[in-house]
């Protein structure tokens, strides 16, 4: 039993969204285990191919990252949610673009970059959740030796970050984000946002300038008498 069709009263361009998601749902439902150990690009090559139970792994191994990164820039975890979708809808359609040079996830968080334009930044006008955060000493400095024993502290530190990252202007923010939320490289991040790496750790060092001057006041260094 193959993939649900879809209807055929839908406009083209919604039949075509609907053919997708039903061979998406039908991927994961059929995926198994034996893409467990493959590589991203192993993954994508698969996916180009036109297997769904590739995509349905490659989703299941990604999800959660594009989610969270989604969350971070545009700011309410229901248009994140629709963001993460389109984002892998895109990847699906683009698989055979990646040639395997780079980094995937570069590549995929370089679309779910340009899907969360489409939402035009409305994180500043919403609560988002605290999960995922980068931590204050990832951009505060290496000098931070602060200790946050009491919970309710460590919280309003975290909130201190993430007013200061809101604040940003998005070519720095984004930047930073993808450093210190997920880990990427300037090269990697280059990739993700088509840049330059020279660009992109000039953008990660400014937002990281910015950010310790907005939290001048967790620096115990800063303390005064």
Same mark, same amino acid.
């Given at each position: 039993?193959?993939?649900?069709?879809?209807?055929?009263?839908?406009?083209?361009?919604?039949?075509?969204?609907?053919?997708?998601s039903?061979?998406?749902? !039908?991927? *994961?439902? &059929?995926?198994?285990?034996?893409?467990?150990?493959?590589?991203?690009?192993?993954?994508?090559?698969?996916?180009?191919?036109? =297997?769904? @139970?590739? #995509?349905?792994? #490659?989703?299941?191994? &990604?999800?959660?990252?594009?989610?969270?990164?989604?969350?971070?820039?545009?700011?309410n975890?229901?248009?994140?949610? =629709?963001?993460?979708? +389109?984002? #892998?809808?895109?990847? !699906?359609?683009?698989?055979?673009?990646?040639?395997?040079?780079?980094?995937? /996830?570069a590549?995929?968080?370089?679309?779910?970059? %340009?899907?969360c334009?489409?939402?035009?930044?409305?994180?500043?006008? &919403?609560? /988002? @959740?605290? =999960?995922?955060?980068?931590?204050? +000493?990832?951009?505060?400095?290496?000098?931070?030796?602060?200790?946050?024993?009491?919970?309710?502290?460590?919280?309003?530190? *975290?909130? =201190?970050?993430?007013?200061?990252?809101?604040?940003?202007p998005?070519?720095?923010?984004?930047?930073?984000l993808?450093?210190?939320?997920?880990?990427?490289? %300037?090269? +990697?991040?280059?990739?993700?946002?088509?840049i330059?790496?020279?660009t992109?750790?000039?953008? /990660? %060092?400014?937002?990281?300038?910015?950010?310790?001057?907005?939290? &001048? %006041?967790l620096?115990?260094?800063?303390?005064?008498?």
């Amino acid at each position: 039993m193959g993939p649900r069709r879809p209807p055929t009263d839908l406009p083209a361009r919604s039949r075509q969204e609907a053919a997708e998601s039903s061979e998406m749902d !039908y991927g *994961r439902e &059929h995926s198994g285990g034996q893409w467990m150990g493959r590589s991203d690009a192993d993954l994508l090559r698969a996916v180009g191919a036109g =297997d769904v @139970s590739a #995509f349905s792994a #490659f989703v299941d191994r &990604h999800k959660d990252r594009v989610f969270s990164f989604a969350v971070e820039v545009i700011g309410n975890r229901a248009d994140a949610e =629709d963001a993460s979708q +389109e984002t #892998f809808v895109e990847a !699906y359609r683009f698989a055979r673009r990646f040639q395997g040079e780079g980094s995937a /996830v570069a590549w995929l968080l370089g679309i779910a970059w %340009h899907r969360c334009l489409t939402w035009k930044y409305r994180w500043r006008r &919403h609560a /988002v @959740s605290l =999960d995922d955060l980068p931590s204050p +000493e990832g951009v505060v400095g290496n000098g931070t030796d602060r200790r946050v024993d009491d919970e309710a502290e460590a919280t309003a530190v *975290r909130l =201190d970050v993430r007013r200061a990252l809101a604040k940003l202007p998005p070519k720095y923010r984004v930047p930073a984000l993808l450093r210190y939320q997920q880990g990427l490289s %300037h090269e +990697e991040i280059g990739a993700a946002l088509g840049i330059s790496p020279a660009t992109a750790a000039q953008r /990660v %060092h400014r937002a990281k300038v910015i950010l310790r001057t907005a939290l &001048h %006041h967790l620096d115990p260094r800063a303390g005064g008498g």
